[in-house]
Nanobody
Framework: QVQLVESGGGLVQAGGSLRLSCVASGRTFSNYHMGWFRQAPGKEREFVDAISWSGVVTYYADSVKGRFTISRDNAKNTVYLQMKSLKPEDTAVYYC??????????????????????WGQGTQVTVSS
């Protein structure tokens, strides 16, 4: 089992910045690709970004490209989401997720929520206009 705990959410004005953190425990963190997803009220959960186990490969949703940056620190078992130039439409609960990787399964970081094995409880981000 992997436990994921997000933090760093809050209320910010449009144009502002926030940095979310997700700390993992329970298994070897570097065995997992990590992703961030978000869900706004009344909407389905959507992909935000993802990062490979090594941190070398990243993916971003078009809606956040150029504004959000995903990174990880395997020594601290933590993945980060730096968010800049926030917009009201970024308001959502943000979840981090972990996808197990091994040399035998060859899985990559994914944009599909169904391919992730573990999820955090989420952290609320509210952007006021």
């Amino acid at each position: 089992q992997v436990q994921l705990v997000e933090s760093g959410g809050g209320l910010v004005q449009a144009g502002g910045s926030l940095r979310l953190s997700c700390v993992a425990s329970g298994r070897t963190f570097s065995n997992y690709h990590m992703g961030w997803f978000r869900q706004a009220p009344g909407k389905e959960r959507e992909f935000v970004d993802a990062i490979s186990w090594s941190g070398v490969v990243t993916y971003y949703a078009d809606s956040v490209k150029g504004r959000f940056t995903i990174s990880r620190d395997n020594a601290k078992n933590t993945v980060y989401l730096q968010m800049k130039s926030l917009k009201p439409e970024d308001t959502a609960v943000y979840y981090c997720a972990a996808r197990y990787f091994s040399g035998s399964n060859g899985y990559t970081a994914s944009q599909l929520s169904g391919e992730y094995d573990y999820w955090g409880q989420g952290t609320q981000v509210t952007v006021s206009s």
